[in-house]
């Protein structure tokens, strides 16, 4: 079991920039692919990012490719997503999840891959 906490939502102009933050429980975190999704008001959660365990192998989605930064730092137990150049349609709820995934160079981007998710935090970006 992984509990994970996100943190460093909040109102934003477009054009401007966030960082969350997830927060990991266990000391095994290092042994987890992390990703992040969003979920805006009425449509499906979606694919925002994604970081393996080991190899520092990140994915994105077309939608943020060249704006936003997924990172990890294992002695923190902690994936951040570096949000810049925010537009409008980016208001969601954003959400980290995490994969047990121990030696392993994979990304992945299916909800599905995931068994662990935090609690979301929101984000606002007005235009």
């Known amino acids: 079991q992984v509990q994970l906490v996100e943190s460093g939502g909040g109102l934003v102009q477009a054009g401007g920039s966030l960082r969350l933050s997830c927060a990991a429980s266990?000391?095994?975190?290092?042994?987890?692919?992390m990703g992040w999704f969003r979920q805006a008001p009425g449509k499906e959660r979606e694919f925002i990012a994604a970081?393996?365990?080991?190899?520092?192998?990140?994915y994105y989605a077309d939608s943020v490719k060249g704006r936003f930064t997924i990172s990890r730092d294992n002695a923190k137990n902690t994936v951040y997503l570096q949000m810049n150049s925010l537009k409008p349609e980016g208001t969601a709820v954003y959400y980290c999840?995490?994969?047990?995934?121990?030696?392993?160079?994979?990304?992945?981007?299916?909800?599905?891959?995931?068994?662990?998710w935090g609690q979301g935090t929101q984000v606002t970006v007005s235009s």
């Open positions: 999840a995490a994969r047990f995934d121990p030696y392993s160079s994979g990304t992945y981007y299916n909800i599905g891959d995931y068994g662990y």
């Open positions: 266990r000391r095994t975190f290092s042994s987890y692919a």
């Open positions: 970081i393996s365990t080991i190899g520092g192998n990140t």
